[in-house]
């Protein structure tokens, strides 16, 4: 069975005709998945019966079933689904006045391990195919009112998206294209802990999207301790990729930093970072940590936060505090996923 989320305009149009049927089938086919948001071919009315059960019998639409849904009262809402193989994965949708941003995960668990994060727990399971992580789109899409769809996606949940790159590449080219949800690429943000030989072949894809790179630490032997892969991947050897990726694309890098009281945002702390984001076209997001029980971290309390934008913005960074959503709920990224595992364990 083909996944039809995970097939390019083309691709659908091309097994279509392998099967004997006209190429406008295919757009037809698309309209209903992506503009009316109908995603069973039995309802696709102005296909004839043949052809649905043709469909019904070589494609799917979708595959995983959401096993859990939590809502927060500023109506964050976190999706667990539960894909064939019984692999768990978490998506996020983050409604706002203008936007409807959907954060979705990009791998089942992930090897990089960063010592504050859920996800990394348990390891890697495996990778999500392009299919899956559209598929995760379309469940937050299927929340919203129908006079409303999803305007950004950060691939910046659960997994280590430049570990799944072709996976990544081809599901952000799906929905960016005119014929599927046509989001902007500029309201496509990626997100990794920085692979240098990645983000180079990134820099050549001819994608307008955002390259977020999680930093968390403004030094080498800190972000060791935070972020395992740094071990391989050293700082000045991310910020020669980021140039490269500049120098490419003409976009901004954003600069992902978690705060960790007394760990990460002492002012020496924001003044190393603040001469890593001014050596390169790079602006910072600051998070403030959503506590993970199993970890030990903390977050850093609001004074310490305000003092570390402060001393950003003193030094001509430009700096943004990223709004914690979803406090209410399992909201830190892989905490559903590994609550329901402890539960069925
Ligand atoms: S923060 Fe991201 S890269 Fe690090 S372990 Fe969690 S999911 Fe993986």
């Given at each position: 069975m083909i996944n039809i989320l995970g097939l390019t305009r083309q691709q659908l149009k091309d097994s279509l005709s392998e099967h004997g049927h006209p190429s406008y089938r295919a757009d037809q086919i698309l309209e209903w998945i992506y503009q009316r948001r109908v995603l069973d071919f039995a309802e696709m009315s102005n296909l004839s019966k043949t052809l649905r059960a043709e469909l019904g019998e070589n494609f799917t639409l979708g595959s995983s079933v959401v096993q859990d849904v939590q809502r927060c009262p500023d109506e964050t809402t976190k999706f667990l689904l539960r894909w064939p193989d019984n692999a768990l994965t978490e998506t996020v949708l983050i409604p706002d006045v203008s936007r409807n941003t959907v954060c979705v995960s990009s791998q089942v668990g992930c090897a990089v391990g960063c010592a504050f994060c859920a996800s990394g727990l348990d390891g890697l399971k495996r990778s999500l195919s392009a299919a899956e992580i559209v598929e995760q789109v379309m469940r937050a899409q299927a929340e919203l009112p129908e006079t409303q769809r999803v305007s950004n996606v950060v691939?910046?949940?659960?997994?280590?998206p430049l570990a799944n790159y072709d996976s990544v590449i081809r599901a952000v080219s799906i929905i960016n294209a005119e014929w599927s949800l046509n989001i902007g690429a500029r309201h496509i943000t990626v997100s990794t802990i920085g692979i240098p030989k990645m983000i180079r072949k990134l820099a050549?894809?001819?994608?307008?999207i955002t390259l977020a790179v999680s930093l968390h630490a403004g030094d080498d032997q800190l972000r060791k301790k935070l972020v395992p892969w740094s071990d391989k991947f050293t700082l000045p050897q991310i910020f020669a990729a980021i140039d490269y990726y500049y120098e490419k694309t003409h976009r901004e890098v954003t600069l992902e930093y978690i705060l960790l009281e007394g760990v990460n945002c002492s002012p020496a702390d924001a003044d190393k970072l603040a001469r890593l984001a001014q050596g390169s076209r790079c602006n910072v997001n600051l998070i403030n940590y959503n506590p993970v029980a199993e970890t030990g971290f903390e977050p850093a309390s609001r004074q310490t936060v305000l003092a570390f934008q402060q001393r950003l913005q003193s030094r001509g960074v430009n700096v943004h505090l990223r709004k914690s959503r979803g406090q209410q709920i399992d909201a830190a990224c892989g905490q559903l996923r590994r609550r329901s595992q402890s539960a069925t364990k």
């Open positions: 691939v910046m949940g659960m997994g280590e050549h894809e001819k994608l307008q």
